[in-house]
């Protein structure tokens, strides 16, 4: 006779168990005998997946009342809470999760993740967790986020935003207060204006590990009080693409300004997507500013019609983190324009520890193989700082 050994195993293990799979389908569990019936009640997490009841052509209040009916029939902390909605706004009541959201609150929530189907009709919701005490991580999907005028979360340490607009065009975040933060990943995240990516930034003292993708602003001529701009003094990697940063590194005011503050004093890592709204000035501006900089990865944006790559001017200076620190500089998708070539020599003429110039070509290039030759030679010939630098060129 077969030994049921999964039930042998302690509460403790099965809650983890448990915890991996939707809460629908953790509940059908309790049909398998009496010691799994109240198991499922007593998984301090809570999986809602509304793809289910869609896929079966179910009442969408099903899965509504389900998550009240499992909110209420907890007595045990809600650690985690996640949701991942596929359905319409027709369906889905925003008044539903801002209940579900403050009940987990009430509950000890520690880990907050939503996801939405973003569509021109999505509901805004006037966030309710901006004051949580507990919250450790919080990952947002497809959400329109109504004004934030304060947000105090003390200990957060993750914060992803993936398809998320702001809409209030003024004083988003006025007070951010993140001390705890160490993780920010913002894709595809749409604010009104410069100022309030500014506001955040200068909201997370401790932040270790940045990345900016795509993000918008629906007014990129606004006012920008520059001196909320603080120096990012734990950051060691950064990976920047596709963000309007010119505005920053191209201002008189901002560059005075940044005459008596180095913005990331410690910052290692850093990937940058060039391109469209990132210029060799703001190249510049990131290494002169990473003193620690060890690792640079410049990938070109593939070049079409529309845009026209700025010529590289190389200044009378080479950056501290050129002389001391860099080791390892990539550039990908190397198309064989002229600025792209001079920032390759600059690299290598001015890096005195410098290991690896890496350059690699489009996939799909245009480049003839003689042309490819060419350039190869003429890096090849370029004389470098570095003695132990070897160049690939791929």
Excluded at 172 to 179: E, I, T
């Amino acid at each position: 006779m077969a030994v049921d050994r999964i039930s042998m195993l302690p509460d403790e293990v099965l809650y983890h168990i448990l915890s991996f799979l939707p809460t629908q389908m953790a509940a059908k569990t309790s049909i398998l005998s009496k010691r799994w019936k109240p198991l499922w009640l007593l998984v301090p997490t809570l999986f809602c997946d509304d793809r289910s009841y869609l896929r079966n052509y179910k009442p969408y209040h099903y899965f509504t009342k389900f998550i009240y009916a499992t909110i209420l029939a907890r007595d045990v902390p809600i650690t985690t809470f996640r949701l991942q909605c596929e359905a319409s706004n027709t369906d889905f009541s925003v008044s539903d999760l801002q209940i579900w959201v403050n009940a987990a609150i009430q509950r000890g929530l520690e880990n907050l993740y939503i996801r939405l189907p973003h569509n021109e009709n999505q509901l805004s919701w006037n966030s309710c967790i901006l004051g949580c005490k507990t919250l450790v991580v919080l990952k947002l999907a497809g959400l329109d986020l109504d004004v934030i005028s304060f947000a105090h979360l003390p200990s957060l340490k993750t914060l992803h935003l993936f398809d998320v607009t702001f809409l209030e065009p003024l004083y988003l975040v006025s007070f951010a207060d993140l001390p705890s933060l160490k993780t920010l990943d913002l894709r595809d995240v749409d604010f009104p204006e410069p100022q309030c990516l500014v506001d955040l930034l200068a909201g997370c003292p401790n932040l270790e590990y940045m990345r900016l993708r795509d993000i918008f602003y629906d007014d990129v001529d606004a006012i920008v009080h520059y001196k909320n701009f603080k120096s990012l003094s734990k950051l060691v990697r950064a990976d920047i693409h596709s963000v309007l940063f010119d505005i920053f590194v191209e201002s008189p005011k901002f560059d005075k300004y940044l005459d008596d503050i180095l913005l990331f004093p410690n910052l290692t890592h850093v990937e940058l997507m060039f391109g469209l709204w990132m210029s060799w000035d703001f190249v510049l501006a990131m290494l002169k500013h990473s003193p620690m900089l060890q690792y640079v990865v410049l990938s070109m944006q593939i070049q079409n019609g529309f845009y026209q790559y700025p010529v590289w001017i190389s200044p009378c200076f080479a950056p501290e983190c050129l002389s001391s620190q860099l080791r390892k500089c990539s550039i990908i998708n190397y198309a064989g324009r002229e600025s792209e070539l001079h920032f390759a020599k600059y690299i290598m003429q001015n890096s005195k520890v410098l290991r690896t110039m890496t350059v690699c070509t489009l996939r799909y290039s245009e480049l003839k193989v003689e042309d490819k030759l060419e350039l190869l030679k003429e890096l090849s010939l370029c004389p470098r700082s570095s003695s132990i630098c070897e160049l690939s060129f791929t």
